[in-house]
C-alpha cells in the first residue's frame, strides 16, 4: 500500500504552464505504474496520462497529447505531470493515482491522491 499526495496545482493563464507533483511513500513506488486522472465540477473523473515503472513507456489521453508530459524520478519517489499550453478546459482537480499492476494502456488504479486544484483562466 502507497500513501500519494498531490502538489503544486495553481491558477495560470491559458497559454501558460504549470508542473504537478506527486509524493508516494513506501519503497515499492518504482513497481506500480503511475498515473493522472482529472475531474472537473459536473463531470466524471477523466483519464490523463499515465507511466510504466520505469518510465518507458507513457500513455496519454487525446485531449493532453502533445501539451502534457508524465515522467517520473523513482529515486524520489515523485511523479510529475508537466502541463503547457494549458487551456480553460483543463481546469480541474488533478489527480495522482498508482496501479500495482504496472498496467499503462490499461491504467486502473489501486492508490488515490487527495488531488490539486488546477484552475486555467481564459
Known amino acids: 500500500q502507497v500513501q500519494l499526495v498531490e502538489s503544486g496545482g495553481g491558477l495560470v493563464q491559458a497559454g501558460g504552464s504549470l508542473r504537478v507533483s506527486c509524493a508516494a511513500s513506501?519503497?515499492?513506488?518504482?513497481?506500480?505504474?503511475m498515473g493522472w486522472f482529472r475531474q472537473a465540477p459536473g463531470k466524471e473523473r477523466e483519464f490523463v496520462a499515465a507511466?510504466?515503472?520505469?518510465?518507458?513507456?507513457?500513455y496519454y489521453a487525446d485531449s493532453v497529447k502533445g501539451r502534457f508530459t508524465v515522467s517520473r524520478d523513482n529515486a524520489k519517489n515523485t511523479v510529475y505531470l508537466q502541463m503547457n499550453s494549458l487551456k480553460p478546459e483543463d481546469t480541474a482537480i488533478y489527480y495522482c493515482a498508482a496501479d500495482a499492476q504496472n498496467r499503462v494502456l490499461s491504467f486502473h488504479p489501486t492508490y488515490w491522491g487527495q488531488g490539486t486544484q488546477v484552475s486555467v483562466s481564459s
Open positions: 507511466i510504466s515503472r520505469r518510465g518507458s513507456n507513457t
Open positions: 513506501g519503497r515499492t513506488f518504482s513497481s506500480y505504474a
